[in-house]
């Protein structure tokens, strides 16, 4: 998830983000949306960027790095 590595961070209606620069988390994700967008025949998936992302730092070894551009 993002947020900083001293604890979870700040949510958004009780809920986090992943942090999809990680491989295995950009992995994890892509499958079940691939199985979910094959199992039910989705044409159309849409995808955007509706909430605020408050801390949305990497948690890395050597300290919190940003992982998200402003939009």
Do not use: C
């Not at 993002?2 to 999809?20: H, K, M, T």
């Amino acid at each position: 998830m993002l947020g900083p590595r001293a604890g979870l961070g700040s949510n958004s209606r009780q809920q986090y983000v992943l942090d999809i620069a990680r491989p295995e988390a950009h992995e994890h994700l892509l499958t079940h949306i691939d199985a979910l967008v094959r199992e039910h025949s989705i044409d159309y998936l849409k995808w955007d960027r509706n909430r605020d992302l408050f801390e949305a730092v990497s948690r890395e070894a050597g300290g919190d790095r940003p992982s998200v551009r402003p939009g």
